[in-house]
């Protein structure tokens, strides 16, 4: 819609948090919300399709997530899943899902990376699921995702340890944020 292909542009990845950096805070907030409510909603549709099924919302979010990753109709090239991470834990329980998000709002502010929180989050959740539904099969499919997610950030870990990953308070200074990165990678 705005005449060039998200992936090229950025950090490089069809996700919420590139659309804040390429388009801006509003197109970032859509994004991030459509993504949230399609796992949601797809957790949500299975439980009710599938009752039988213990795992079957969980299954189908995780499918949620998987191809939000790897989209067949953009060649494989997608986002990193937190959004639809997040919204399969707000299907799951919204006590949990509030929860988890004041501690990732603080651990991204406290380290000022937006980009910790898919890898904790994943992390966090595979360990809540596990004590609270006691599932093997369902805290196996997390862990799974969990290891998607950590693979999909290598590169953000790397740019934090290169020192150009951009942060967090690039929503508040976004001048500043940039001409650092720049710097960075010039050196």
């Not at 609270?132 to 999909?152: D, E, Q, R, W, Y």
């Amino acid at each position: 819609m705005r005449g060039f292909d998200i992936r090229s542009r950025g950090s490089g990845n069809a996700g919420a948090s590139n659309a804040v950096i390429t388009m801006g805070k509003g197109v970032g907030l859509f994004s991030a919300l459509f993504d949230i409510f399609k796992a949601a909603f797809a957790y949500m549709a299975a439980e009710a399709l599938f009752p039988d099924i213990s795992i079957s919302g969980l299954l189908s979010a995780s499918s949620c997530v998987t191809g939000h990753i790897f989209p067949v109709f953009m060649r494989f090239r997608g986002g990193k899943g937190l959004a639809c991470l997040g919204g399969m834990i707000l299907a799951y329980s919204p006590q949990v899902f509030f929860a988890m998000l004041t501690a990732e709002l603080m651990i991204a502010v406290l380290l000022d990376y937006i980009c910790i929180v898919p890898i904790t989050g994943s992390v966090i959740f595979t360990a809540v699921y596990a004590f609270t539904a006691g599932n093997v099969p369902g805290t196996l499919i997390l862990a799974g995702i969990s290891l998607v997610i950590l693979f999909k950030h290598i590169q953000n870990l790397e740019r934090i340890r290169n020192g150009t990953e951009i942060h967090l308070s690039f929503l508040w200074h976004r001048d500043e944020e940039l001409e650092r990165v720049r710097g960075k990678d010039g050196q």
